[in-house]
């Protein structure tokens, strides 16, 4: 219900389609219909593609419906939203990258080792964070610039 809100949303208010939509998460397009029409139960994977794709949106629409948040939390233990994530929300965070990079597969880091882990995916999770809003940064920069060369040559 959470995603098919949001996703409704995006087509509605944001004025994006399907393909739009799918293009700019990651997921396909027969996803964000099947999200849509209601049918099935989406993926943690989804919630996260779409979330990051469309993070304004998605922080406006969880702000507008704090039911969803809590249910985001409780289901995942991750929701974005303005503020410090909790201990339980950062747990989810690296779950889901362990999840997403198919580490969960692996097998088990001993007990021993789960702090040093821990730490290190941290590391390695602010270090990608930090690259690519550098990169991100720069794409942004150089779109300015070759529209700023544009409009004069016109």
Avoid: C
Avoid at 72 to 84: D, I, S
Avoid at 130 to 135: F, G, N
């Amino acid at each position: 219900m959470i995603l098919r809100g949001f996703v409704l949303e995006l087509t509605k208010s944001h004025d994006l389609s399907q393909t739009e939509i799918a293009k700019r998460s990651g997921l396909s397009q027969p996803l964000i219909h099947k999200i849509l029409i209601g049918m099935g139960t989406p993926q943690v994977q989804s919630y996260q593609k779409l979330a990051s794709a469309f993070p304004r949106a998605w922080n406006d629409y969880l702000l507008r419906h704090p039911t969803h948040r809590e249910e985001l939390n409780k289901a995942f233990g991750w929701v974005n939203r303005a503020g410090e994530m909790e201990v339980r929300e950062r747990r989810g965070s690296l779950l889901l990258l362990e999840s997403v990079l198919g580490l969960d597969r692996l097998p088990a880091v001993p007990p021993e080792a789960q702090a040093r882990y821990q730490k290190r995916l941290r590391e390695v999770m602010h270090r990608a964070r930090r690259e690519l809003q550098a990169y991100r940064k720069s794409l942004q920069i150089k779109s300015r610039a070759t529209g700023r060369t544009r409009r004069r040559s016109v």
